[in-house]
């Protein structure tokens, strides 16, 4: 069968964007492997689908699949991509939605200026519900990397992130600890790593190791976790704007059960069609 499908990105962030509302397809983990290859598929970092919603109350299902074909709760610049192309492509016009995500709930406001504000939820920091092995909840916790003591912070977002801060994400070892911490036993269901560059109060840099897609350009969870963690210990004042490999997002939190709030762009690059064997 031929699929249709939509490239989108969030700040270098890259999607196949699938809307099976008015499409039939079942989407097997070899084949999102297969289409997320640069060389000999599409190649995205992940793959964004458009259900109809389970709960009646909500616009539509939104789900989430990594690279590597691991289907997983939550993604910050998916999420900005997905509000636009429900409108682009009429399968709605209202300017604000709720989705359904494996992560719960998240609004989705298409703004005049033609940026999105997602609502990503309150952040979550006890260790269970990540989940993250630990005896008690705590500001920052060591991790043991290959005999290495390693200080992060820890909270879920819909989605598990660990934090680090390093003086420098230009020279932050990502490509060695990421996939190290990634696959940490102490993360049972594996976790995305960010690398925090605190510049001011109100400004950070971040680099993002992902898990299931490796090192992205940008990560729209990976900067609400790393401003989570920056203001909740004393370090960041909100709004903080987070400087990301592709670009800017800025992030606003006001504490305890107060939501996160994302803002940025969403940008279409192609549609195309490709045969599913
Ligand atoms: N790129 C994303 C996060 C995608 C999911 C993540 N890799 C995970 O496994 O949780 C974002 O913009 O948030």
Same mark, same amino acid.
């Given at each position: 069968?031929?699929?249709?499908?939509?490239?989108?990105?969030?700040?270098?962030?890259?999607?196949?964007?699938?809307?099976?509302?008015?499409?039939?397809?079942?989407?097997?983990?070899?084949?999102?492997?297969?289409?997320?290859?640069?060389?000999?598929?599409?190649?995205?970092?992940?793959?964004?689908?458009?259900?109809?919603?389970?709960?009646?109350?909500?616009?539509?299902?939104?789900?989430?699949?990594?690279?590597?074909?691991?289907?997983?709760?939550?993604?910050?610049?998916?999420?900005?991509?997905?509000?636009?192309?429900?409108?682009?492509?009429?399968?709605?016009?209202?300017?604000?939605?709720?989705?359904?995500?494996?992560?719960?709930?998240?609004?989705?406001?298409?703004?005049?200026?033609?940026?999105?504000?997602?609502?990503?939820?309150?952040?979550?920091?006890?260790? *269970?519900?990540?989940?993250?092995?630990?005896?008690?909840?705590?500001?920052?916790?060591?991790?043991?990397?290959?005999? *290495?003591?390693?200080?992060?912070?820890?909270?879920?977002?819909?989605?598990?992130?660990?934090?680090?801060?390093?003086?420098?994400?230009?020279?932050?070892?990502?490509?060695?600890?990421?996939?190290?911490? *990634?696959?940490?036993?102490?993360?049972?269901?594996?976790?995305?790593?960010?690398?925090?560059?605190?510049?001011?109060?109100?400004?950070?840099?971040?680099?993002?190791?992902?898990?299931?897609?490796? *090192?992205?350009?940008?990560?729209?969870?990976?900067?609400?976790?790393?401003?989570?963690?920056?203001?909740?210990?004393?370090?960041?004042?909100?709004?903080?704007?987070?400087?990301?490999?592709?670009?800017?997002?800025?992030?606003?939190?006001?504490?305890?059960?107060?939501?996160?709030?994302?803002?940025?762009?969403?940008?279409?690059?192609?549609?195309?069609?490709?045969?599913?064997?």
């Amino acid at each position: 069968m031929l699929l249709h499908f939509t490239k989108m990105h969030g700040l270098g962030n890259d999607f196949m964007v699938v809307d099976l509302v008015t499409q039939r397809a079942r989407l097997r983990d070899e084949q999102i492997r297969a289409l997320a290859d640069r060389h000999f598929g599409i190649g995205f970092d992940q793959l964004l689908v458009v259900e109809p919603p389970l709960d009646p109350d909500m616009d539509f299902r939104y789900r989430i699949f990594n690279a590597d074909g691991s289907e997983v709760e939550n993604c910050g610049n998916g999420a900005r991509c997905f509000a636009r192309f429900v409108r682009d492509q009429r399968l709605t016009h209202k300017r604000e939605i709720r989705v359904e995500t494996r992560g719960g709930p998240l609004t989705l406001r298409s703004e005049d200026d033609g940026r999105v504000s997602v609502d990503m939820g309150t952040p979550r920091f006890a260790p *269970e519900a990540l989940p993250f092995i630990a005896d008690e909840e705590s500001l920052t916790h060591v991790l043991d990397v290959e005999g *290495e003591c390693v200080t992060i912070a820890v909270v879920s977002v819909g989605n598990p992130h660990a934090v680090l801060r390093v003086d420098d994400v230009d020279d932050a070892p990502v490509a060695h600890l990421g996939p190290l911490i *990634e696959a940490h036993p102490r993360f049972p269901q594996r976790v995305n790593v960010g690398f925090m560059q605190i510049v001011s109060r109100q400004e950070i840099r971040l680099r993002v190791f992902e898990r299931g897609s490796g *090192e992205t350009l940008a990560c729209g969870t990976g900067a609400c976790a790393a401003v989570a963690c920056g203001i909740r210990q004393g370090l960041l004042d909100s709004p903080v704007t987070v400087h990301l490999r592709g670009g800017d997002l800025t992030i606003t939190w006001a504490g305890g059960v107060a939501s996160l709030l994302m803002t940025g762009p969403a940008e279409r690059v192609f549609d195309g069609r490709v045969a599913l064997s």
